[in-house]
Structure formats: structure tokens, C-alpha cells
């Protein structure tokens, strides 16, 4: 018997019990400030390295290049200011148009700041303009910014082929990875990526913790000012247990069974579609748990609250704007209609999704619908 299914893990995941097994220890048994010199700084400190090391690892980086924030919105904000401040001469910023408002409401700051914010468009099934781009860039260029997958229909962007084209024209890349790093391969050398941003609650990690990779070279100004931690370029006490508990989160995401994810995915897709739905967003090249549907004529937030009487959790786009009035602008972007935007609905499997898990769901939403 399915007693309850979180099926909203773009939103936020459910935390690895491991991940609260060792932030627990330390809380506990090794909870020094890292800057302390006594034993148990120098301990959390050692906590704090190999930390640090095993996220850089993972991501192709090297351990000097990874700063710690308090998510993808602190990571992204900072991306602005980091770079804006070393480049008075340079008022142009290319962001594509299907970003998460941490970047999107920057840029407005920056555009009301004086800066040029070009959009880059994209294609029905959300990917970038890859020419626009290359076209776009010029002497006055800042910095590109392009998410690797979004948020609300995962769609997964060539990050690649953007930073060949940025490394030849000699403009600074950066990258919103919330959604897919610990799930996708990413090697921000290989790939000519200069900025990343990530956070650990997208893969079971604790919230309020994320990264800042910044490629060595890069000139970047500090984001908070103090004692000097994060290499005097983002000051305060780190917060050691989470940090350990972000790295421990990656550690297991990389190593889940996303493949069978994605075939329970497929299965849900395709069952779907049988009932009319209209699938959004890219078929390949699509995030292995991300299922974004159009249920044509239905009004999606009323499905939503009946399937969490059902203790079913869905989500209509990306939590931080379910709440509000207005549409979402990515779906704009995509060539949506207002009347299919209140159709939609996002589901997001979890990483131990099951596929008897996927038919309670099916058989669920059938009966809702039928009604
Ligand atoms: C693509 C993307 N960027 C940024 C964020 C913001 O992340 P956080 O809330 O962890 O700061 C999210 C979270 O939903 C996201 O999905």
C-alpha cells in the first residue's frame, strides 16, 4: 500500500537519513568553528577541506575554486555583483530567457542600474539560441548566463557548446546548475564553464547550503564582508555541518540509478499522453526525473490540492512562484498560452521512485481526472 508520494523532489528533496547521520556528528561531537586553533577548530576545519575537495572533485574543479553560499540564489545574485565590480567598462549581460528569477531579478536590478539585459530566446521545446548567442556577444559583454536545466520542464541545455562560444569570444560563462548538478555529468574545465551555482536541498542534502564555483582567473569582487572566510571573498562562520552533509549528499546522488528513473519517467509520459496530455518541454535531452504536462481543458491548481488530499505532491511550476498570481516567465518564453500555463503540472520523481509507486499515481490521477 503507497501511503504517500513526494513526487515534487524539483522543488526540494527529502534529506539522505546518511547526510542527517554525519551533519548529526557534528553538531554534536565536532561542532568548533573552523577559524578556532584549538583542536576541535582545527577539526572542523579538516571537515571543511575535504569537503570542499570532494564537491570540486566531483565537478571537474579544482578545491581553491569552489566557495560556499547559502544556495543558488545567494550563488547567482553574487555572480552579478562578483563580476560587475571589476568590469566598470562592460554594461552588457546576456541571460536566456527561460532563467529562474534569482537570476532574472538581478538583471532587472542591473538593467535599472544601467546595464543592457539581452535576452536569449529559445525554442518550443526550451532550448537556447545558440547562434543569438554567438551573434550577441560583443566588446561590452560582462558575462553569459544560461541554466543547465530548468526548473519547471528540464530541459537540458548544451553547456559545452555555449562555453566553447564564450572561451573563443573571450566573455565570462556562468551556469544555474540547482537542477542538475549530483544528477548530471558536469566538468566545468572541459566544458569552458567560468561560474556555477548549485545547492545541496536539490539532492537530498540540507537546505540553506549551495556553491559558487569560480574559475581560478576569474576577477571577482567579495559578496559579504568580515572575517574573512571563504578566502576573504564571502565572510562569516561556515557553516561546517551543512557543508559536510552537502558534499555526503553528492557522494550518494551520483552514484543513484538515474537511468531507471528515467525509464519510470517514460512510462509515466507515455501513459499520459494516452490520456490526451501534451508533453512540454524536450523529449531527449530531457532531466531524468522531470515530467511536465499540459491536461488540456483541466484546471491544473484544483488537480493539484485534490491529489494532496490524496497525499500526492505535485507542484504547477517552480515553488517559488506557485504562490503568486503571475505566470511563470519561462513558460512564457516557450510559446505557452495563459489558458495552457493553468493547465500544467510538474511532477518530479524521486530517486528511489518505484514503478508501483508510478501506477498508484497513475491510477490515482485517472480516477481524479474521470471525475
Ligand atoms: C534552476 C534554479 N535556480 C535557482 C534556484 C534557487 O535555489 P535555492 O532556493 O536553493 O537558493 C532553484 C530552486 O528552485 C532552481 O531550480
Not at 48 to 66: F, M, P, V
Request: include cysteine; glycine fraction near 8%; charged fraction near 25%.
Amino acid at each position: 500500500m503507497v501511503k504517500e508520494l513526494y513526487f515534487d523532489n524539483a522543488a526540494t528533496t527529502r534529506v539522505y537519513p546518511a547526510v542527517v547521520g554525519v551533519m548529526n556528528e557534528i553538531m554534536l561531537a565536532e561542532y568548533g568553528n573552523a577559524s578556532s586553533l584549538h583542536a576541535l577548530g582545527d577539526k572542523a576545519s579538516k571537515f571543511l577541506i575535504n569537503s570542499r575537495a570532494n564537491i570540486a572533485r566531483a565537478l571537474g574543479a579544482r578545491t581553491h575554486e569552489i566557495f560556499f553560499t547559502s544556495g543558488t540564489t545567494e550563488s547567482n545574485n553574487w555572480v552579478f555583483s562578483g563580476l560587475a565590480h571589476n568590469n566598470s567598462d562592460k554594461k552588457k549581460i546576456l541571460i536566456s530567457s527561460i532563467e529562474h528569477p534569482s537570476i532574472r531579478e538581478t538583471a532587472n536590478l542591473f538593467r535599472n542600474w544601467g546595464y543592457t539585459i539581452v535576452e536569449i530566446p529559445v525554442d518550443s521545446r526550451g532550448f537556447v539560441d545558440i547562434d543569438f548567442i554567438e551573434k550577441n556577444i560583443d566588446l561590452s559583454t560582462l558575462f553569459v548566463s544560461v541554466m543547465h536545466v530548468n526548473n519547471i520542464f528540464g530541459t537540458i541545455q548544451n553547456l559545452k557548446k555555449i562555453g566553447d562560444i564564450c572561451k573563443r569570444k573571450g566573455v565570462i560563462f556562468h551556469t544555474d546548475c540547482a537542477q542538475s548538478f549530483g544528477k548530471l555529468k558536469i566538468l566545468v574545465h572541459d566544458w569552458n564553464i567560468d561560474l556555477l551555482s548549485a545547492s545541496a536541498h536539490k539532492i537530498s542534502g540540507p537546505k540553506g547550503v549551495g556553491l559558487l564555483y569560480v574559475r581560478e582567473g576569474v576577477k571577482f569582487s567579495p559578496f559579504i564582508y568580515g572575517g574573512g572566510q571563504e578566502r576573504g571573498l564571502r565572510s562569516g562562520t561556515e557553516n561546517v555541518p551543512g557543508i559536510v552533509g552537502f558534499a555526503k549528499a553528492v557522494e550518494i546522488s551520483l552514484k543513484e540509478d538515474w537511468n531507471k528513473v528515467s525509464e519510470i519517467r517514460d512510462y509515466i509520459i507515455a501513459e499520459l499522453e494516452n490520456l490526451g496530455c501534451k508533453l512540454i518541454g524536450a523529449r531527449d535531452n530531457r532531466l531524468c526525473n522531470n515530467i511536465f504536462v499540459i491536461f488540456p481543458g483541466i484546471d491544473a491548481e484544483k488537480l493539484l490540492y485534490q491529489l494532496s488530499e490524496k497525499k500526492i505532491y505535485v507542484s504547477t511550476g517552480s515553488a517559488c512562484d506557485s504562490k503568486k498570481e503571475t505566470e511563470d516567465k519561462s513558460l512564457i518564453a516557450l510559446g505557452l498560452s495563459s489558458k495552457e500555463i493553468k493547465s500544467s503540472l510538474r511532477i518530479s520523481l524521486p530517486a528511489d521512485v518505484t514503478r508501483k509507486e508510478a501506477d498508484y499515481f497513475l491510477k490515482v490521477l485517472k480516477e481524479l481526472i474521470k471525475r
